[in-house]
């Protein structure tokens, strides 16, 4: 099975045109089910739910924006929001509150069966593109005597914002470790701002947090706090984690990312960018191409811009690409 990574864009409003300002008409976001041109009618507006404002899809999110609009002149006005990030962010996409999202590959995985999360319901969404891999940062204070994931049991633990991927992963690490979130640890589910605060005055005793490298909310803690916390090795739960999805993957943060002595050894999750099943494929080509064909830029703002490639594009199973994702990766030349 080929693995899944992503951050996914949705685009999902309404199915007629409507009209823009100045009497100019809004290219349609919903999909004809006609010819793929890659080409758009007029003026859309596209808004794309990232994460928390200190977090990687929150900064590649509005760099991401800017092209798009950029690369369009102006036809599509994209913008990025701060959210909670992946379960809410497909929430909210099938909602129609944003029109794109980014999301952990796990999570999508779940939305698409309707497991987890979602509860038996399968989400209607689709795949842009497969995108850079999160890393899971597991970090403690040393003063809370936690060197293990089982070490957590009694202790104020942050397991990210309510309806994250961060979350998700956090809440299964604990239970492959053999603890209960809800009982067996004091569960702090903060965004990463209020979680780092919390790790350097002490009110919080280890932080779990899944993004990229390297993620800004990080660098400031162990900037400031540098001999006061430490990594955890999450990696014994690896083989439990591996039987919930093969999404999952041993990896390393590399010592470089956060001047640290050693590499740390992790558990990795990919990311898509993801859209609403009934988007426009037209429009969904434009965001795909605008992807690969401003990926340069986008690497000069975000470093983990650069775990974004052709070669894994494809790989967004099970969630399904967009047939307007696919033509746009067919003229890139991705290889399939």
């Known amino acids: 099975m080929r693995r899944v990574m992503t951050v996914v864009a949705a685009v999902v409003l309404t199915g007629t045109a409507a009209t823009g ?41 509005n760099a991401y924006a800017e092209q798009v609009s950029t690369s369009t002149d102006g036809k599509v006005k994209a913008s990025a929001a701060e959210t909670g990030a992946s379960v809410q962010n497909i ?65 104020r633990v942050s397991t990210g914002s309510p309806g994250s991927g961060t979350e998700v992963i956090a809440n299964r690490i604990l239970e492959s470790a053999g603890l209960n979130p809800a009982s067996d640890v004091s569960a702090q589910r903060l965004d990463l701002t209020k979680t780092v605060d919390g790790m350097k005055d002490g009110s919080i005793d280890a932080l779990f947090w899944s993004g990229g490298l390297p993620t800004p909310g990080i660098t400031d803690l162990l900037t400031t706090s540098r001999n006061d916390v430490d990594f955890v090795d999450i ?21 470089a990312t956060y001047g640290l002595a ?6 990795v999750v990919p990311n898509v960018l993801l859209v609403r099943d009934t988007v426009d494929a037209n429009l969904a080509c434009v965001l795909t191409k605008t992807l690969f064909d401003r990926l340069p830029q986008l690497q000069q703002v975000v470093g983990a811009a650069k775990g974004i490639t052709l070669e894994d594009a494809r790989n967004t199973d099970p969630v399904p690409l967009n047939r307007g994702a696919e033509r746009a990766l067919d003229d890139l030349g991705a290889p399939k």
Do not use: H
Request: proline share 5%; aromatic share 6%.
């Open 21 to 61: 300002c100045g009497g100019r008409q809004d290219a349609p976001t919903a999909d004809s089910g006609g010819e793929l041109t890659c080409e758009l009618a007029g003026e859309t507006r596209v808004s794309i739910a990232t994460g928390n404002a200190t977090g990687v899809y929150f900064s590649l999110g």
């Open 262 to 267: 050693a590499d740390v050894k992790t558990i």
């Open 91 to 155: 929430q909210q996409l099938v909602a129609g509150t944003y029109e794109v999202a980014f999301s952990l590959a796990d999570t999508a995985a779940d939305a698409v069966e309707g497991k987890a999360a979602f509860d038996g319901e399968k989400q209607p969404v689709q795949a842009l593109s497969r995108i850079y891999p999160n890393y899971t940062q597991v970090i403690a204070r040393k003063s809370a005597g936690i060197t293990t994931v089982a070490d957590m049991r009694g202790k």
């Open 235 to 255: 990696t014994p739960e690896f083989a439990k984690m591996a039987e919930i999805s093969p999404a999952y993957e041993e990896g390393v943060i590399p010592a």
